[in-house]
Structures are given as structure tokens and as C-alpha cells.
């Protein structure tokens, strides 16, 4: 067998080339590789949710849960299928053995939960999320606070705040909590309904024909096609107002401002959040795979310092900073291996001379290049886990450098 130390010797320029590009493909490596604070576990657990508001549970687990297990029942490599219903929810739990990967779990359910098409008109369209570390563990919260103005005016600021964002390189979702939708309520007068012969059913079925979007197929002339579309969706108060219940021969008309008001306003709170006793609305942010939470947190903290500038009165502020705690981890990695050098050359270099001090010293930073090489491979981020796995073996290979040598 070719010794391995004698071919070394032998092509030594071959070597050098080598160790020179572990050294350069490594740094970049390093630079690239993407950081975040937990490594990105998955559950095996798919959830369906489907929001039907204001339907109690017993209804939600006929009109819904029931018609989803069906379905999904009949997936194969099932583990167990769980449900929850809740005043205006429902969520499904689909576990399936390891024999199916996470992907084609989330694919499989997609399928089965698409084939159901008699849900309630009224509830929301399921919503299909792949559990993993990433959906569950947001990497900051940025807070916003006001003194002084209406919560009406504080949303629509989250709202500006929460679409720009979004459009931050490598944010996938944000999930906006203390910021109440708003609501636009029609306050009917039972009495002037009464007066007028007209019930809440006739409102609300003028309200709901009214107020809607449709599809009106296709026109055709020659050889142009133009998508037909009836936009009937409410744009103000007034329009809303000004619609007409019910009218008569004579061209009299009874419209809605006649038996109910109007008004614009918010949802009842839920939850009520302060901050320094003002009211607080908090936005979580979530990453995607590729990114890189250092920059990533970067770019949010010089977002929320350019808005708050540009809009008087309110106070942005980032919290629970996720890349506090991967920047201390590199830290420690940093530090770990500098010491690790450093007592590894001061013990060779009293027993075994220079030469030898300088080689293993340089073998510490040199292993964990190559290991930065290789782990991008393996879908491996940086995170607390691995840096902690990088400070055990640098542990490792202060001590298999000194008993080679």
C-alpha cells in the first residue's frame, strides 16, 4: 500500500495547491452558509385548518371535520388522523409513518383535501401548513406602539409596516397580532324596517348580492378574447349607503341609509397587547431555508429605522432578535478554536519545536474548513446545534494533534 505521508512528500506542490483552494473554497463557504437560530426539524405532521366564523363546534365537526376525514382517511401509510373543532375552526392533524417523506406527506393531503368541493359556502378556504421548526419559530418580533393615535390609524401603519417587510429578501411570512381588522357594521332600525314592510333578511341578502366580484366568462370578436369580469365590490361608506332595498312603480325607493347606519370601524379586541402602556401591535417574521438570519435581521433593522422616521409618532422597535444568540454561538466557535491553537502551538513548540507547533496548529482551522465544504451538501445550516458540534470537535482535534505529533 502507497503510504499516504511519502506521496504527500512526493507531489508536494499538488498539496499545496490543494490546501490553498480548501482554504479559499472554504472561506466562502463559510460566508454563505445559511444561519439560523434552530435547524430546521420537521414535525412529520401536516395541518388543515378551514375558518367558518361563527359556527359552533358541534356544527363545525358535521359541516367540516367529517368530510375531511373521509377524504383523507383513505391516504395510504397513514399514521393517525386527529381533529380539533372550535368555534369557527377547524384543524386536522395528519400524521403518516417514516416511510413517507415530508414532501409527499404535504403533497398527498393537498390532493385528497382539493377533492372535497361541498364545504359550507361560507367558510374560508382550507389552509394546508407543513409543521416544521420554520413555521412554528419566528426569528424577531417588531413591535409598533403609539401615543396618541386611534387603533384605526395604528393598523393601517402595521399594515404599511407589514408589506414592506415582506418584500425583505428572504422573509417568507409575518404574521401581524394586536392589529384588529376592520369592520364595516350596518346598524338596522327595526322600527323603520317595520315601517317599511322589509326584514334583516331582505338587508342582507341586498348586501350580499351587491357586494361581490364574478366571473363572466369570455367575449369573442375575431380573433381577440377578453376575460369578462362583474366588479360589484363596496369601495365607501356612501356607496354602501346609497344602495337601493327595494323600489316601486311610482320611482320611489327605500335605500339602506333609510333603515340602518353606517359606520367603518374595528373588530372587538380579543387580545390586548401594551407596551409602556401604550397599545401594541406585533408583527412575528419567519425566514425561508436559504437565508441567512444575520443579514436577514440587518436589513429588517434598517427597514424599521427608515419607517419610523418617515412616519411621525409612532415607535418601531425589534425584539426577541433571533441572531443574538447565532451570533454568540459563532462567537464562542471563534474563540473556542482560537484557544484551541493557541494551546495546541505553546505544547508543541515547547517539547517538539516550531515546525511541528506550526502544523498541527494549522490543521484546527483547516479541518473545519473542510468541514464548512461539506455540510451545504447535506442540507446543513449553521446554527446552535452545529456550532456546538463544531466546539466539541475542535476539542477532538486539538487532541488528535497532539498525540500524532
Known amino acids: 500500500m502507497i503510504s499516504v505521508a511519502k506521496s504527500a512528500l512526493k507531489y508536494s506542490i499538488l498539496v499545496n495547491m490543494l490546501t490553498i483552494a480548501v482554504l479559499i473554497f472554504g472561506l466562502i463557504a463559510m460566508i454563505n452558509l445559511p444561519r439560523e437560530e434552530y435547524p430546521a426539524v420537521d414535525f412529520g405532521t401536516t395541518l388543515v385548518v378551514v375558518v367558518y366564523p361563527g359556527v359552533s363546534p358541534a356544527e363545525i365537526e358535521q359541516l367540516i ?173 356612501d356607496e354602501i349607503k346609497e344602495l337601493i332595498v327595494v323600489s316601486d312603480a311610482g320611482g320611489g325607493s327605500i335605500k339602506i341609509k333609510d333603515v340602518a347606519s353606517v359606520r367603518d370601524t374595528l373588530e372587538k379586541p380579543t387580545s390586548i397587547a401594551k407596551l409602556n402602556g401604550e397599545e401594541l401591535v406585533s408583527i412575528f417574521l419567519y425566514k425561508k431555508g436559504s437565508g441567512n438570519i444575520i443579514s436577514i435581521i440587518d436589513d429588517v433593522k434598517a427597514y424599521i429605522a427608515e419607517f419610523e422616521s418617515s412616519v411621525p409618532g409612532i415607535e418601531v422597535s425589534l425584539r426577541n432578535d433571533g441572531s443574538l444568540d447565532v451570533k454568540n454561538g459563532i462567537n464562542a466557535l471563534g474563540k473556542s478554536a482560537f484557544i484551541g491553537i493557541l494551546l495546541v502551538f505553546i505544547a508543541l513548540l515547547v517539547f517538539l519545536g516550531w515546525r511541528n507547533a506550526m502544523l498541527a496548529a494549522f490543521s484546527i482551522p483547516l479541518s473545519i474548513l473542510i468541514a464548512f465544504m461539506v455540510i451545504p451538501y447535506f442540507d446543513i445550516t449553521l446554527n446552535n446545534l452545529t456550532i456546538f458540534g463544531f466546539i466539541i470537535v475542535v476539542g477532538m482535534v486539538v487532541d488528535n494533534s497532539i498525540v500524532v505529533l
Open 65 to 237: 371535520v367529517h368530510k375531511l376525514e373521509v377524504e383523507l382517511s383513505d391516504l395510504d401509510d397513514l399514521d393517525y388522523i386527529g381533529a380539533t373543532a372550535q368555534e369557527g375552526r377547524a384543524t386536522m392533524q395528519v400524521v403518516f409513518t417514516s416511510a413517507v417523506s415530508p414532501d409527499e406527506a404535504f403533497d398527498r393531503v393537498s390532493r385528497e383535501v382539493a377533492k372535497v368541493t361541498d364545504l359550507p359556502d361560507d367558510a374560508l378556504a382550507p389552509v394546508i401548513i407543513r409543521l416544521s421548526m420554520r413555521e412554528v419559530n419566528p426569528i424577531a418580533q417588531v413591535a409598533v406602539s403609539s401615543n396618541g393615535l386611534s387603533p384605526m390609524a395604528l393598523r393601517e401603519i402595521a399594515d404599511r409596516l407589514e408589506d414592506g417587510l415582506l418584500e425583505i429578501t428572504d422573509i417568507s411570512k409575518v404574521e401581524t397580532i394586536g392589529a384588529r381588522e376592520r369592520q364595516i357594521w350596518v346598524d338596522a332600525d327595526q322600527s323603520r324596517l317595520d315601517a317599511y314592510g322589509l326584514s334583516l333578511s331582505d338587508l342582507s341578502a341586498v348586501l350580499g348580492a351587491r357586494n361581490l366580484n364574478m366571473p363572466g366568462g369570455t367575449a369573442r370578436f375575431d380573433k381577440l378574447e377578453f376575460l369578462v369580469r362583474t366588479l360589484g365590490e363596496f369601495n365607501d361608506l
